[in-house]
């Protein structure tokens, strides 16, 4: 009897549900919905990035040498800014990988690294649009700049709520309150995190590298 | 079989699906840099001479950001090691939001 249900673990197991949440499923609730929340989101920047697509060269009814955004691109700063961005991903696997280890500490510096590695890619993106209106690109000057402050001003809110959930983590750790039990809580924050990541690989190559004709 | 193998094949079976090492990590950052700064070189297309053709660029930029989001989803999201039911859930998303923008982009004639 004991064998059968061991080895119905291990069947189980080897279908990949070797997580036991109490739940009929046998996987966590909360990160179900989360990652349904995610799929749900490639279709909010789907959209998103198809009507940039489709603007980014249309300059409108206005003047014809009204600026659009390809126009003052500045490559190797939004560089920077991607990879600043992309290794945060790391420091936020390394703030969950501390936090299972039960290393509070390294756990709060990850966190923070992360949060701020957040900071300096969002002070990027300010700085970028503060250029790009000093170069006469407005938000409502033509369809093209429209699109393109729509879907990066709106991967930045989704970067900015990252930050405030990764220094809500990071006050309940100095609070205690942040334990090796709760690696849930910074693995889905985690999720979100990665997630915001992967869009910007997406913008960074579909959006600035790939040349307009 | 007894419930002691069982339960040893349980734990071999465990360890091989544990999440990666830190090293494992960092390793993967850095193809992720080096990746990113191949990309960034395609920019500055005198560096390479091959960039200055567009379709190839276009074609290289596309599999670097299919791989580069490969290696996020699968490795810092942990999609390898976890429940396939999150793969298929996201891929779910993906795939949706990829055909439908296709149709749209197409309804719009952007590939013309």
Redesign the interface.
Known sequence: M??AT??A??DS???????DHGTT?G?SNT??AM??F??????L???L??TY??YKTNRGPGPENTVIPTDVFD??FT?VS??VL??S??T???AL?ALTRGDNPATRAWLLTTAMLGGVFIGGQVYEFTSFIREGVGFTHNPASSAFYTLTGFHGVHVSLGIVMLMSLYVASKQGKLQPKHTETV?IV??YW??V??VW??I???IY???VD | ???TE??T??AT??ES?D?PS?WD??K??LL??AI?AV??L??FESAITVFEN?AF??AS??V??VV??YL??MY???LKH?????TK??G???A???I??II??SA?E?WA
């Open positions: 004991a064998t061991v080895d673990a291990v197991h080897d279908e990949g549900g070797h997580d499923t996987i990160k179900l990652w349904v995610l799929g749900s989101e490639c279709l920047f789907g959209g990035i198809s697509l489709l490559i190797p560089s991607s990879f992309l290794m991903s790391l936020m696997v390394l990988s693995e985690g999720l990665h997630f990541d992967v690989i997406f960074f190559t579909v590298l790939i040349p | 079989m007894n419930m069982t339960v094949e349980t079976h465990e699906h999440h830190d990590y960092v993967i950052a992720l840099g990113t990309e960034v395609t920019y567009n660029t276009i930029l596309i670097m950001m580069k989001f996020v989803a810092f999201m942990h976890d429940n396939s039911i999150f859930l996201f779910g998303g993906l949706l939001a990829t439908v923008y749209a982009l719009f952007f």
